[in-house]
């Protein structure tokens, strides 16, 4: 009866509670006495067979038992047999049975002991232990007791085990829900925040931190925290894996990693500093994985006392990161939703603000604004391709590459990974620029760059560039964006040239126009001029234009006409700057560049350096725009365009135009000249027409007389001047002139006649047809020159009877003698010397007469000549006479030298009689060098000897005839004296000049030039 109301309590006592630990407390309240224990204890396992509640009950106090106590008992103990035979038992003395397990912080002597399982459905939930300090307390009704009182225990744990369970799965249910709310944020930060704070709650921990990978660098990303010791200014931190082991074990496993006790891992000593600093206990780090795919972690921290993680809380954990993984994910593409979105955005702006204009520079600017503010590029540059140079020049930039504008070009294909992109036409990203072989170094800051081409139709037309100081900076989303942008900005960069070609193929046409209507109007050449600076300053945008034109000998540029673009003139300044500044073209090479090259230069700020200060300083000018102006493919000066304003430059359709206005200016000056030239020797014309003594008579096609001056008019007995269309027949009556003039009528051909007047006097007539005019008869009066002709033919006569018959006299009576009788040696002597006489004065006579030859232009027929060709000849013709003298003959000529029009036999003649000169006045084993080249439109010659030189006083009388040096060294050399002369008349009869250059005992050098046609 005693028993079944004992039951009868413990049944009550049990179904009045579900807290599992009450009712563990009054299970052993009830027991212990019930049997005449002292101590007891429940264990309490879970679905595992793992420990999962223990409750001791002692008579006197003593330390807690812990977790690694109770594993002992399950594994070695008397509990753990118990489970493990499902069974109840008695241990009547502790000292001889194995079962028990004596611990070392017992402070009870423990000698009897009776233990009884848990049982439910077969299942041990439970160990049910009671001992005494004396041997031999416990028999077989107190185990079948215990066995009773065990069964309704095991109901009553076994129920509030499910209820502790169940109100367990209640809060990870609301914590699932709570994780579930925030993650259905489409705002990442605000999820992850509210991730970490829930997890933090649920699971009881001090510390919960959220990592998201950087898989490419290595590196953790802390992205959310719940952590009273670090502010949220921290987010963001990056973290090297190695830094937090635990986490880094996470991922690298994809499997949760929890540590009871960071202390007693050997293998985290690494982290144990840090550890103590955070005064970490246990840790759990749970990796997020999206698609078998780590892309972070969740790391929780228990600090001090606090037990470790259990299974379901690392179940828990795992549960929420799966869910943070979800809510990452849908937040990750939200984002990229949206950034597409925003970018579509962007790109319609883009698009929109492009198609607004059509100004190139307006567009450049457009899209590097856009680059910036709306996608975050601060260092960008767009290139456009110069097809003529093949480079790339930066049209415009922003951020740190803004210096570069306007100055750096790479040549496409060969500079710089803008050019292979370019030459390639595919976009390029490049993580680290110092890596890359294709990189110039441009900006030290610089370590990423992203460059895509800009493609119009088929044809790249440039690049855009961005440039980060950071290594791997882009991704494939930076390369879309800057791909859409590059392909909308090549559109409007194309239309904007189209346009610019467009509008400046109209501007220059309406302004070629109005200045051929200008310079139509007028041939008067300072008028053109005028007219042509003056359009020339309206039309490119200029402040002033000025024209210089080269000299004759185009050494020079002589300042003529500078006009404001209004039509003013600083005449004052501009006056003085004509008369003083007429620049040698060789001191400049700027000017050498603008009219060797033919093409046009710009000068802007230190670049002015290079013009003669005394062109710009007066002027205050500081751009400058040079264009060649080119006539019959010769340059015949340039035009000088200014800028006075700071900033202000000349533009490439500015330029354009410049060169354009200027090929058809230097047409109008050419013809304003010619005009000019043909007003003034038609003037000179008509003036020594009008007052020369040759009679002219001009007529039409048709005989009519159109000009017949005095001197016709006396011949002719003409008393008036004859009115215009009268016809030859009715104003003059000379039938021999008539008959001229009728036989010309018959032929194109020039006829000559002599013409007797009845006043005695003879007129030689030349009648020559002019095309398009009719004829023109010039009668010189020969009355003088007839009689000079036959006193001439007289002297010729005597002379040649006087001096070449008794010459030839001598010299046949010297070669006779010897056939008279033998001579001594004196006469034979004489007879030698007699010879010699006779050969020197035949040759004075002919060159006498040949000197007259050349004076009088008589035989000098011109043709194309090859100086190279004649000088070998000559040198090869002496070269024997040189090597008897035992001087050595030296003959320097280029591969190729211009034809020059000359007569061969007279250029000849040149050669052989310097070259002549050189050997008979070079001692032995001297040398004579003959040299030839092409300098500034001539060729030039030059026979150089190491002879006995010429004094100053001599050589300004070489070139005289009959003149000869007279000196010790020259005393017993023979010569007429009349070679250097014939030298200088044949050289400027070809419009040549001839020059010596000499010093006595150093030898001479004479040359001698003649122009290239």
């Known amino acids: 009866m005693q028993r079944l109301e004992l039951l009868y309590d413990i049944s009550r006592k049990l179904g009045s509670s579900l807290d599992l630990d009450k009712v563990l407390s009054d299970i052993l309240a009830l027991t212990i006495p019930s049997v ?26 003593a330390p807690p038992v812990t977790e690694q106590i109770v594993a002992q008992v399950l594994d070695k103990g008397l509990a753990g047999w118990v ?8 241990v009547y003395d502790t000292k001889d049975d194995e079962r028990w397990l004596a611990l070392t912080d017992d402070h009870l002597a423990t000698r009897s002991a009776i233990a009884v399982p848990l049982l439910r459905q077969e299942r041990v939930v439970g160990v049910l232990t009671l001992v005494h300090p004396e041997p031999n307390r416990f028999n077989e009704e107190h185990l079948d007791l215990l066995l009773s009182i065990a069964s309704q225990a095991a109901i009553a744990v076994e129920n509030a085990r499910l209820y502790d369970d169940s109100q367990r799965r209640l809060r990870e249910f609301s914590v699932l829900y709570e994780v579930s709310q925030a993650a259905s944020s489409l705002r990442l930060d605000e999820t992850l925040r509210l991730v970490a704070e829930k997890t933090a709650r649920a699971l009881r921990a001090d510390r919960c931190a959220l990592f998201l990978l950087d898989e490419g660098r290595g590196e953790l990303v802390l992205r959310a925290v719940d952590n009273p010791d670090r502010p949220a200014e921290a987010l963001g931190l990056r973290l090297p894996l190695e830094a937090r082991p635990h986490v880094a074990q996470a991922i690298a496993t994809r499997r949760p990693v929890e540590i009871p006790d960071i202390f007693a891992d050997p293998g985290k000593r690494d982290f144990w500093p840090r550890a103590r600093e955070l005064n970490i206990k246990a840790c759990l780090a749970v990796p997020i994985m999206i698609k078998e795919q780590v892309i972070g972690a969740i790391s929780l921290d228990r600090v001090g006392n606090q037990p470790p993680f259990s299974a379901g809380e690392v179940s828990l954990c795992q549960t929420i ?55 975050g590029y601060h260092n960008c540059a767009i290139l456009l391709a110069d097809e003529e140079t093949g480079e790339l020049e930066v049209k415009a930039a922003r951020g740190y590459l803004q210096d570069a504008a306007g100055r750096v070009r790479l040549k496409i294909g060969q500079e710089g990974i803008v050019g292979w992109v370019v030459a390639h036409k595919t976009a390029l990203n490049v993580p680290d620029v110092r890596q890359d072989p294709r990189y110039v170094e441009g900006v030290p800051a610089t370590r990423s760059e992203v460059a895509v ?139 050498q560049e603008v009219i060797r090259e033919r093409k046009p230069v710009i000068l802007d700020g230190s670049a002015m350096s290079v013009m003669p200060s005394k062109w710009v300083a007066p002027f205050g000018i500081v751009s400058l725009l040079m264009v060649p102006l080119i006539s019959k493919d010769e340059v015949i000066g340039l035009m000088a365009l200014d800028q006075v304003e700071e900033g202000r430059r000349f533009t490439e359709e500015q330029v354009n135009l410049a ?67 009268r016809s030859l027949e009715e104003v003059v009556s000379d039938e021999r002139l008539l008959a001229l003039f009728a036989r010309s009528e018959a032929g194109e051909e020039a006829l000559a006649e002599e013409i007797p007047l009845s006043d005695g006097r003879t007129l030689y007539a030349s009648l020559t047809p002019v095309a398009e005019v009719g004829r023109i008869a010039v009668m010189q009066d020969i009355t003088y020159l007839k009689e000079l002709d036959k006193m001439k033919s007289d002297f010729v006569s005597t002379v040649s009877h006087d001096l070449r018959s ?190 010596v250059k000499s010093q006595p005992g150093q030898g001479s050098t004479f040359g001698f030039a003649l122009p290239v046609p």
């Open 321 to 375: 990161a799966n869910q943070a993984a979800v809510a990452i994910e849908n937040a990750r593409l939200y984002e990229k939703v949206t950034e597409r979105m925003r970018e579509a955005t962007a790109l319609y702006k883009v698009s929109n603000q492009l198609m607004r204009t059509l100004n190139l520079d307006q567009i450049l600017e457009k899209v590097l604004d856009i680059l910036q503010k709306a996608f």
């Open 659 to 725: 060169l354009t206005i200027g090929t058809h200016a230097a047409m109008a000056i050419e013809n304003a000249r010619l005009h000019t030239t043909i007003a003034e020797e038609r003037a000179k014309l008509e003036a020594i027409i009008g007052g020369t003594n040759d009679a002219v008579i001009v007529t039409d096609t048709q005989n009519r007389v159109l000009l017949m001056n005095q001197a016709a008019r006396k011949a002719f007995n003409v008393e008036t001047v004859p009115e215009p269309g």
């Open 806 to 995: 008794p010459l030839a006299n001598i010299s046949g009576y010297a070669i006779l003698l010897p056939e008279a009788g033998e001579l001594n040696e004196v006469q034979q002597e004489f007879v030698e010397r007699i010879k010699l006489s006779v050969a020197k004065m035949t040759t004075l006579i002919d060159n006498l007469l040949d000197l007259g030859k050349i004076e009088a232009r008589v035989g000098m027929e011109m043709e194309p000549c090859q100086l190279a060709a004649i000088i070998r000849g000559v040198v090869e013709s002496v070269r024997e006479r040189a090597k008897a003298k035992g001087i050595i003959l030296q003959l320097d000529l280029p591969s190729e030298l211009p034809l020059v029009l000359g007569n061969r036999v007279r250029l000849d003649q040149v050669v052989n009689n310097l070259l002549g000169n050189a050997i008979k006045f070079t001692s032995e084993g001297g040398r004579v060098t003959v040299s030839a080249r092409e300098d500034k439109g001539e060729v030039v010659v030059e026979v150089k000897d190491t002879g006995i030189g010429i004094a100053p006083e001599d050589q300004v009388h070489l070139f005289e005839k009959f003149y000869r040096v007279s000196s010790e060294e020259t005393k017993d050399i023979e010569g007429t004296g009349l070679g250097l002369a014939i030298v200088k008349s044949i050289v400027e009869g070809h419009g040549g000049r001839v020059w």
């Open 36 to 61: 005449g224990a002292t101590s007891g204890s429940i264990i309490v396992l879970d679905e595992s067979g793992q420990a999962r509640r223990h409750t001791l009950i002692r008579e006197e106090s």
């Open 83 to 90: 489970i493990r035979h499902k069974e109840g038992t008695i």
């Open 453 to 591: 081409p800009m493609i119009a139709g088929d044809r790249v037309i440039g690049a855009l560039d961005v440039q980060r100081p950071e290594v791997n900076a882009f991704n494939d989303d930076d390369l879309r964006v800057l791909s859409s942008v590059a392909a909308q900005a090549a559109v409007a960069v194309e239309r904007a040239r189209l346009y610019s070609a467009e509008r400046r193929r109209v501007q220059e046409s309406s302004t070629l126009l109005a200045i051929a209507q200008a310079l139509s109007s007028t041939l008067d050449l300072t008028e053109v001029l005028k007219r042509v600076a003056c359009s020339t300053a309206q039309a490119c945008g200029a402040n002033r234009c000025s024209i210089l034109l080269l000299s004759q000998d185009r050494r020079e540029l002589i300042p003529i006409m500078s006009q404001f673009a209004s039509g003013e003139v600083d005449r004052e300044l501009w006056t003085a700057f004509k008369e003083r500044y007429a620049e040698a073209v060789d001191e400049f090479p700027i000017l």
